[in-house]
């Protein structure tokens, strides 16, 4: 991360107010969500969550919005892999902001170890991918795929794999690929678009401003050899590229 070069007090007084409601309504939810039922962790997750995310966006100043079609896909639960175009710390709250039912995320196995945070996400119930060697590598792509399928996840992972310092979008990896071509699921590509100019690395905070989530149609990876899962990606991101180039769908 740069070194940070625009700090307002409106920022840190943003900044302020949003640390100490996260300070107050994570480890509720944290509690609540992991005293529950398995079969309900899924429901339950992802609403407070989405709670979470939207209250944060406003109090961030960030007026978030969701196109007719991003509406209408994430109104429905169903097994699928959702990619996100990851440029921005805004992606969190806005991550958080468009969960749908049966919502996870996809954390690294890791992140099991860490204090709260491996807590956090076990209550959530986040599908786990462990990046060892190849062979533990596979078996846990199996095992979330089996869950994706068998509990009717929405799992949401960034094929970039990591936020470009930029803004821009970076080459994607293969995981979320081998993740629908196992499963045997869709991918729909969630698009954010303004995350990346409200939030810049640079930044204490966002600038105030306005953040449309939309999606484009849903693909199938058809081939799961490295040439085919590849193209399957290189495709998607171009899509991508297009997508933030011409700005979201209205209507």
Excluded at 51 to 73: P, Q
Aim: net charge positive; charged share 20%.
């Amino acid at each position: 991360m740069g070194k940070l070069t625009k700090i307002t007090p409106s920022m840190i007084a943003r900044q302020s107010v949003g640390w100490s409601f996260s300070a107050f309504y994570l480890p509720v939810m944290v509690a609540v969500c992991g005293l529950s039922r398995k079969a309900k962790r899924t429901s339950r997750g992802p609403a407070w969550a989405r709670k979470w995310g939207r209250t944060m966006s406003r109090i961030a100043g960030v007026d978030l919005r969701f196109t007719e079609a991003a509406k209408k896909a994430l109104s429905v639960r169903r097994a699928r892999v959702m990619t996100f175009n990851h440029g921005s710390t805004l992606d969190v709250l806005v991550g958080a902001a468009l969960l749908p039912d049966g919502g996870v995320l996809v954390v690294k196995e890791e992140m099991r170890k860490m204090p709260f945070m491996g807590a956090a996400t076990v209550a959530m119930g986040s599908v786990f991918l462990d990046r060892g060697d190849r062979e533990r590598a596979y078996a846990s792509l199996q095992k979330a795929a089996v869950r994706i399928v068998e509990e009717e996840l929405q799992v949401l992972i960034a094929p970039e794999g990591t936020r470009a310092q930029d803004g821009t979008v970076g080459r994607f990896k293969l995981g979320a690929f081998h993740l629908a071509h196992i499963a045997q699921v869709p991918i729909l590509p969630v698009v954010m678009h303004g995350n990346a100019e409200l939030w810049p690395p640079t930044q204490l905070a966002p600038t105030r401003g306005g953040v449309v989530v939309d999606v484009l149609p849903e693909v199938r990876v058809g081939n799961g050899d490295p040439e085919g899962l590849r193209a399957a990606a290189d495709s998607l991101r171009g899509r991508y590229l297009e997508a933030l180039a011409s700005g979201p769908m209205t209507g």
